[in-house]
């Protein structure tokens, strides 16, 4: 039973170029921009974004937003939207086509507020498709679970069926704490010796301290509200994107 609904920020990112197994969504989106939407708990990380991921055996779907916008994420996540005023007639989703999560892997899309403003889909064996919307955006600097996948990635693009040139971008400092710098999850994740997104128990420990450093003695290095304390940017970070149109408030 949910006691207290997690007020989560849905991320916008617009499909730039679709990967040659989703190309075929292009011409039934009736003209509309596609985006593939990412719930996130931590919206002033987004400067960091370096990637995007999807659960390559989840099922994901393409959902009609209004006449000119179609978001891509869980069934699930598309009927929480609709009943909180994100569908075309409220309550009920109206589904252009499914596809499957391998095949979004490789598209291009925009990441907004991002330094790194356009990034790829990559895989992420932990996805769940039970919570969120089911797309995770990437912040290698500050997330463990995002730091070690990529460096998985990395490791064995051939096993993982990517391009190298996908994962080339390296983490990008976001903010800075006392304890760990500029890049509290790649210090966290050798600290506590993770070596790969499969360590799942040292993870949680990591995004654990990891939250706690940054919320509580995280200053911003970079954006609008550089020299802010994370406490009092974040907020304002996600009012930002809000208003720019590039988010949107998301509760489950
Ligand atoms: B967070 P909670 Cl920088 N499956 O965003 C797995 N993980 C998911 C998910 C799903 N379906 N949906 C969202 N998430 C991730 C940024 C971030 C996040 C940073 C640091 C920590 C962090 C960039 N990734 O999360 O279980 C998303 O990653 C740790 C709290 O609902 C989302 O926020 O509490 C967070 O987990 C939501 O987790």
């Known amino acids: ?9 849905g991320v916008k990112m617009e ?6 197994a989703a190309k075929a969504i292009e011409s039934k989106v009736n003209g509309r921009k596609v985006f593939l939407v990412a719930a996130t708990l931590r919206p002033e990380t987004m400067y960091g974004q370096t990637n995007c991921f999807v659960g390559t055996s989840i099922k994901y779907g393409v959902f009609a937003i209004n006449d000119t ?3 891509v994420c869980t069934y699930r996540a598309a ?9 075309p007639e409220r309550g009920q989703t109206q589904q252009l086509l499914e596809i499957d999560g391998a095949a979004l892997v490789g598209t291009k899309i925009k990441a907004p507020f991002g330094l790194a ?9 932990n996805v769940l498709g039970t919570k969120g919307t089911g797309v995770v955006t990437s912040v ?18 051939e096993f993982y069926k990517i391009e190298r040139e996908w994962v080339s971008i390296d983490p990008i400092p976001v903010l800075m704490t006392p304890t760990y710098g500029e890049l509290t999850a790649p210090r966290l994740v050798e600290k506590l010796k993770i070596q790969s997104q499969k360590d799942v128990k040292q993870l949680a420990e990591a995004k654990e301290i990891a939250y706690k450093e940054g919320f509580y003695s995280g200053v911003m290095l970079v954006g609008e509200f550089k020299g802010l304390t994370v406490q009092e940017a974040k907020p304002k970070v996600r009012a930002s994107m809000i208003e720019q149109g590039l988010a949107f408030a998301y509760a489950e």
Do not use: H, I
Request: net charge negative.
């Open 15 to 20: 499909v730039v170029e679709w990967s040659p």
């Open 1 to 9: 039973p949910c006691v207290n609904p997690q007020e989560y920020t």
């Open 117 to 125: 403003p356009e990034v790829f889909v990559l895989p992420m064996d």
């Open 79 to 87: 009927r929480n939207m609709a009943f909180q005023g994100l569908s």
């Open 69 to 71: 916008e179609a978001f």
């Open 140 to 157: 290698p600097s500050d997330s463990p679970d995002d730091f070690a996948t990529v460096s998985d990635l990395r490791k064995k693009p």
